[in-house]
């Protein structure tokens, strides 16, 4: 498994291509909240305050912590193809950091 880590010294959003398909496994986060998508524009406060009705087609992950100190992990693997190109966004409204773990996609035989 590969990972890579995202630190934030404040709010804001990074960006990460796979140069090869890939499968996203695990997301853990330091800050209180992480979003990650496919949309350039998603924030985590999309989800934790909305200020409209919508649905959201873009999201690969989204947790909330409660608190900047703690770390989430989803309960198991997420397993989420992202293709080679694909440009993923990685969202957090408070400092931190953000590790995703991650898998080269094993072609279909």
Known sequence: MKCIAFTFSASGIQSWTPEV????NYVQCT???VTVSTDPAMVSTDLTGPTS???IYDLISFG???TASSTFKPGGEMKIPVPAGRKVFVSVPTQG?????YDDAIPAE
């Open 64 to 66: 909330s912590a409660g």
């Open 31 to 33: 800050s209180n909240a």
């Open 21 to 24: 398909d890939s499968v996203v």
């Open 97 to 101: 950091s953000v590790v995703m773990y």
């Open 53 to 55: 009705n919508k649905i």
